[in-house]
C-alpha cells in the first residue's frame, strides 16, 4: 500500500554571497552589529599595484566594487536593516530606478554555465557525516521491495554528484512507475510488473500556477506526492510606470512624511518600467495518489530566482536569489529630465519601509484559500561587511514527509546565488563579484582582479540550514562540479582572471573552516596555461580536470594531503570533455567534443581514459559522430551509466544526419564499442531527398563553391521542370526561378557552369527535421529494460537487442 506523502515547507534558512577579499578581515567587521557599508567610489582592491578604474569622472558610481570580507553579518531589527538599505540604496539610485546607469548586478558567467539543477534518489544520511564523494562507478540502483512478474525488480535513479545527495530532474521513477515532465505538463506512466510495457495514465498541466508563465520544471518523488520546482515570470497587469514629466510640480513633502510609493506591487514586483513584474519561483505540489487524475493541491510562489536543489532523505534545500521589488520609481520621459527622476528616486529610496525590500511568498490551495506574507524579518537579514547587491539569497527547507506549508524560522543574505553544491551534512553557494558598469575598462580590471565567494551552510539533520563560514578564491567556477567537500576540506577548481577572458591558468583551492573563515591551506595552480577549466571530477581523494583551448590537457591530481596537493599525470589529446564519469578505480568516461590541432571543434567524442597509473593517464579508445551534440555535455543527469551491462547511453543529435535520439555504448577496459542507436522517430524507410526533379552532385560546385554548402549540410540542389512535382521527401525546398537566380542570391545560373536549357526553376532543399520532437533527454532502467524520454514521447526497448518494446505518446 502505497504512503500518500506531501511537500510542506518547514523552514527557510540563511545563505550566503557578497563579495570577498584576500585581504586581512578588520575584526571590527565581525561584530553582531549593523555591516560597516563602503560608499560608491574606489574600492579595496587585492593587489596594491592595480588600480581600478573610475568609470565617472564626476564621482558618481564608480567600480568594479572591491572583494569585502567574506563573513556575515546579522542586521539586529529592522530600523539596522533600513538603515543600510536606504544608505547604499540612495548612493546607487538612477534616473531610471536600478535599471540602465544606475544597474548594480552581478556579472554573468557568460557562456560557461552548466545545467545546474539536478537530482537522484537520495538515502538518509547521518546527520554528522563528514566525508562525501562523488558518485562511484554506476547511475544510483534500487532493489525493489517485492517484484512480481518477469522483471528483476530493480531500477535505475537519477545519475548525481554526490552518493546520498538527490537532485531535481524532468523524470523520476521508482520501478512501478514514471513521473515525467515533458513542456508544461506532469505525466503519470504505469509500468507493467516485468517493465516491458507501460501506460499513460492521468496528466496535469504545470503552466499558469498563479497567474505566471513558468518554465524549467523539475521533481522530487516523495510517495503520492510530486512536488514541482519551476521559473515563473509574471507579465501585465500593473499600471502605465509614471514618468516625471507626467508629476505635477508641487512642494516637496514634509521631511516625516514619506513620498507616496504607487502601485502596490504582488509578488515578484517590477525592476523597471513596463509590465514585467520581476521572476519568482514556483514550488507546486501534486497529488498523485490518483493515477489517473494528479492533482496540483498547493502552489507556492516566492519572490525570486530558482537556481537549484537538493535533498537528503525527507529534507529538501531549495536556494533562490530574490531581487528587489520596484519601489516606485519615477522615469524621465526625456533626457532632460533625468536629473529630476534621480533626485525623486532617491527620495523613495529614504522613505521606503522594510516592506518594499523583503521577499514575499504566497501560497494557493485548491480550495480557494490563499496565504502570503514576508519569506524573511528584518532580524534574520545578514549581508557581507561591504556591498554585495540588493538581492537576498535563501535557502528553502521542505520537508517532504508534510504538505506544503508557509516557511518558518527563514533568514537570508543581501547578494544573488550562482552555484549550488551539497554534500551529505554541508551546502555550499558561491557568488560572483559585482561591478556597477561594465565596459573596457572594468573588464580589463575585472581579467586581473576577479574572484569568487564561497558560502558555507550547515544542512546536518532536519532543521533550517545554518551559516557557518565563508571566503573567497582568485578566478571563476565552471559549475557544481567544480567544488567537493570531503574530511572536512572544502577543494574549489576554478580559473583565474573572469569567465570572458581569452586566457588564463587554473588551480584547485584547498580550504578549513576556522572561525566563521573559510581559510586557503593548499593549493595547485599552472594548470592549463591559456587555457580554462571544460571539467572536473573528484573521486575520493583524486581530482580530474579538463581544461581547453586547442589541445586538451587531462590532469589527474592528488589530494590526499590537502596541503600538499600535487599533479601526478598529464594527457594532451585533441579535443575535450565536458563531462566526467567514473566507471571503476582504473576507469573514467569522458564526454564532449574531439577537436583539429588548431582547436576548431568537430563533433561528439567520447574518451575512455585508464588512470590506473595516476602519473601516467591513457586515453584508451575513443567513440566519435562528426558535427553531433550530446545534452550529456552540459546536463550530468543526461548521461546514464548502468554498470551490470557495463552500459552508457547519452543523448545525441546530429543535423547532418538528421538524428536525434541516443547512442549507446559497452564500454570495458577492452574499449568502447556502440552496440546501436535508439530513436524515437517513425522511420517508414523512405530515404531522403527523392524527387522528380534532376539533383546535382553538390561536389560540381567545387568545395568552397556556390551552394556547395547546402549539400554538405544534408540538402541538395535540383533543377525542375514545369511539369515536375517538385519537392524532396525529408527536405524542405525553396523554388527560385533559374532567370532569376541573380535577383534572389546574386549568383548568374552561367557562374555555377551548368546547363539550365528546359528548366523552370532551381529548388534549394534544407533537411526538414524536427529533432526537438524526439530529441532523447533521459534513460532509466526498469526490470532490465531501457526506458527513455523525449519532449514527446517515453519509449521502452529491450537492453540486450535494443528493439523497441513500447512507446507512449505523451
Known amino acids: ?181 515533458a513542456g508544461e505538463m506532469l505525466h503519470y506512466i504505469d509500468i507493467a510488473d516485468d517493465g516491458v510495457t507501460g501506460t499513460k495514465r492521468g496528466s496535469v498541466a504545470l503552466n499558469g500556477q498563479n497567474g505566471s508563465y513558468t518554465y524549467g520544471h523539475e521533481i522530487f518523488l516523495a510517495g503520492d506526492r510530486a512536488f514541482v520546482f519551476a521559473q515563473g515570470e509574471f507579465y501585465g497587469g500593473y499600471p502605465e510606470p509614471a514618468f516625471i514629466d507626467d508629476v505635477a510640480e508641487t512642494e516637496p513633502a514634509p521631511a516625516d512624511e514619506p513620498i507616496p510609493v504607487e502601485p502596490d506591487f504582488p509578488i515578484g514586483g517590477p525592476i523597471g518600467p513596463g509590465s514585467y513584474q520581476g521572476p519568482h519561483t514556483l514550488i507546486i505540489e501534486v497529488d498523485l495518489s490518483n493515477p489517473d487524475a494528479p492533482e496540483v493541491v498547493n502552489t507556492m510562489s516566492i519572490d525570486g530566482r530558482y537556481i537549484s536543489a537538493r535533498s537528503i532523505g525527507d529534507t529538501a534545500r531549495i536556494v533562490v536569489t530574490s531581487p528587489p521589488q520596484d519601489l516606485g520609481f519615477l522615469y524621465p520621459s526625456n533626457p532632460g529630465t533625468e536629473q529630476k527622476a534621480e533626485e525623486t528616486n532617491r527620495e523613495v529610496v529614504l522613505n521606503s519601509t522594510e516592506n518594499d525590500w523583503l521577499p514575499e511568498f504566497r501560497i494557493d490551495r485548491n480550495d480557494g484559500s490563499t496565504e502570503e506574507g514576508q519569506l524573511v524579518d528584518c532580524a534574520s537579514v545578514f549581508a557581507p561587511a561591504d556591498f554585495g547587491g540588493f538581492d537576498m539569497l535563501s535557502i528553502v527547507t521542505l520537508d517532504l514527509g508534510a504538505d506544503l506549508a508557509a516557511p518558518t524560522g527563514t533568514s537570508s543574505v543581501m547578494a544573488t546565488g550562482d552555484t549550488v553544491y551539497a554534500s551529505q551534512d554541508r551546502m555550499y553557494v558561491s557568488t560572483n563579484i559585482w561591478t556597477p558598469i561594465i565596459n573596457e575598462q572594468t573588464n580589463e580590471w575585472l581579467d586581473e582582479n576577479y574572484e569568487t565567494a564561497i558560502h558555507r551552510f550547515s544542512i546536518a539533520g532536519p532543521g533550517a540550514a545554518r551559516y557557518e563560514a565563508s571566503g573567497s578564491v582568485e578566478g571563476h567556477l565552471l559549475n557544481q562540479f567544480s567544488m567537493n567537500d570531503r574530511d572536512g576540506v572544502f577543494y574549489v577548481a576554478a580559473t583565474k582572471g573572469a569567465p570572458w577572458a581569452e586566457s588564463s591558468e587554473s588551480q584547485i583551492v584547498s580550504m578549513e573552516v576556522n572561525g566563521d573563515q573559510l581559510e586557503q591551506i593548499g593549493s595547485v595552480g599552472g594548470l592549463g596555461l591559456g587555457e580554462r577549466i571544460f571539467s572536473v571530477r573528484y573521486v575520493d581523494d583524486t581530482a580530474y580536470v579538463v581544461t581547453f583551448r586547442q589541445v586538451d590537457p587531462f590532469y589527474v591530481i592528488d589530494l590526499s594531503d590537502p596541503r600538499n596537493m600535487v599533479v601526478q599525470g598529464e594527457l594532451k589529446i585533441p579535443g575535450f570533455s565536458n563531462y566526467l564519469h567514473p566507471i571503476s578505480d582504473d576507469l573514467v568516461i569522458g564526454v564532449g567534443q574531439d577537436a583539429t590541432d588548431d582547436g ?182 526498469i526490470d532490465g529494460n531501457l526506458w527513455t524520454l523525449s519532449p514527446t514521447t517515453i519509449q521502452s526497448n529491450d537492453l540486450a537487442s535494443l528493439d523497441r518494446t513500447d512507446q507512449i505518446t505523451l
Open 1 to 181: 500500500m502505497k504512503r500518500t506523502i506531501g511537500l510542506p515547507l518547514i523552514a527557510l534558512a540563511l545563505v550566503t554571497a557578497g563579495c570577498t577579499s584576500t585581504a586581512p578581515v578588520d575584526e571590527s567587521t565581525q561584530s553582531s552589529e549593523v555591516p560597516v557599508t563602503s560608499a560608491a567610489g574606489t574600492p579595496p582592491v587585492t593587489d596594491p599595484d592595480v588600480e581600478p578604474p573610475v568609470t565617472d569622472p564626476d564621482g558618481g558610481n564608480q567600480g568594479p566594487i572591491g572583494f569585502a570580507p567574506a563573513a556575515l553579518q546579522q542586521f539586529g531589527d529592522c530600523s539596522a536593516f533600513l538603515d543600510y538599505v536606504h544608505t547604499e540604496g540612495a548612493d546607487r539610485v538612477g534616473p531610471y530606478g536600478f535599471g540602465n546607469n544606475g544597474f548594480f548586478g552581478p556579472v554573468d558567467d557568460v557562456g560557461f554555465a552548466v545545467a545546474e539543477n539536478d537530482a537522484t534518489a537520495a538515502t538518509e544520511a547521518p546527520a554528522e557525516a563528514d566525508t562525501a564523494q562523488s558518485s562511484g562507478a554506476s547511475t544510483p540502483t534500487v532493489d525493489r521491495a517485492s517484484s512480481e512478474g518477469g522483471g528483476d525488480g530493480t531500477y535505475s535513479t537519477t545519475n548525481v554528484q554526490v552518493d546520498g545527495v538527490d537532485e531535481p530532474d524532468i523524470v523520476k521513477t521508482d520501478g512501478d512507475r514514471i513521473i515525467a515532465i
Open 600 to 781: 576548431q571543434t568537430t563533433g561528439t567524442k567520447v574518451s575512455l581514459f585508464d588512470v590506473s597509473d595516476p602519473t601516467n593517464p591513457l586515453e584508451i579508445d575513443v567513440w566519435t559522430l562528426p558535427n553531433g551534440f550530446s545534452d550529456a555535455q552540459f546536463d550530468h543527469r543526461a548521461f546514464f551509466w548502468w554498470g551490470p551491462t557495463n552500459t552508457a547511453v547519452l543523448p545525441l543529435q546530429s543535423y547532418s544526419d538528421q538524428f536525434a535520439g541516443a547512442i549507446v555504448l559497452k564500454v570495458t577496459a577492452d574499449g568502447i564499442t556502440e552496440q546501436g542507436r535508439i530513436s524515437h522517430a517513425e522511420d517508414d524507410g523512405t530515404p531522403n531527398g527523392q524527387t522528380d526533379c534532376e539533383v546535382i552532385d553538390s561536389s560540381q560546385f567545387g568545395e568552397g563553391g556556390e551552394f556547395f554548402w547546402i549539400g554538405q549540410e544534408g540538402g541538395q540542389v535540383q533543377l525542375c521542370t514545369a511539369q515536375d512535382t517538385g519537392g524532396a521527401t525529408g527536405l524542405f525546398c525553396d523554388p527560385v526561378p533559374v532567370d532569376e537566380l541573380e535577383n534572389w542570391w546574386g549568383i548568374q545560373a552561367e557562374q555555377l557552369d551548368i546547363d539550365t536549357s528546359g528548366f523552370e526553376r532551381f529548388e534549394l532543399c534544407w533537411p526538414s527535421w524536427n529533432g526537438y520532437e524526439t530529441a532523447i533527454q533521459r534513460t532509466m532502467i
